[in-house]
Nanobody, 125 residues
Framework: QVQLVESGGGLVQAGGSLRLSCAAS????????MAWFRQAPGKGRECVSH????????YYADSVKGRFTISKEDGKNTVYLQMNSLKPEDTAVYYC??????????????????WGQGTQVTVSS
């Protein structure tokens, strides 16, 4: 089992930055592909970014490309999402997720076995 705990959310003005952290326990993340999803009120869960188990290949949704950066720090068993130039439409609950080891990451939420509880990000205009 992998337990994931997100932190770093909050209220920020448009144009500002936040860094989300996802700390894992129970297993080492070195073999796990990881992803960040978000869900805004009344909308489905959207994959914002994912990274391969070795941290070498990343994906970003078009809506965040050039503004968000995902990274894995295996020594701290933590995954980060650096979010810059935030917009009001980035407002959502952000979740990190882990897929079973060695597999390719995916944009489908159903591909992920372990989830954090979520952290709220609110961007004011």
């Amino acid at each position: 089992q992998v337990q994931l705990v997100e932190s770093g959310g909050g209220l920020v003005q448009a144009g500002g930055s936040l860094r989300l952290s996802c700390a894992a326990s129970g297993r080492l993340l070195g073999n796990y592909p990881m992803a960040w999803f978000r869900q805004a009120p009344g909308k489905g869960r959207e994959c914002v970014s994912h990274v391969t188990w070795n941290g070498k290949i990343t994906y970003y949704a078009d809506s965040v490309k050039g503004r968000f950066t995902i990274s894995k720090e295996d020594g701290k068993n933590t995954v980060y999402l650096q979010m810059n130039s935030l917009k009001p439409e980035d407002t959502a609950v952000y979740y990190c997720a882990a897929r079973p080891p060695w597999r390719a990451p995916d944009t489908a939420s159903s591909a992920y076995e372990f989830w954090g509880q979520g952290t709220q990000v609110t961007v004011s205009s």
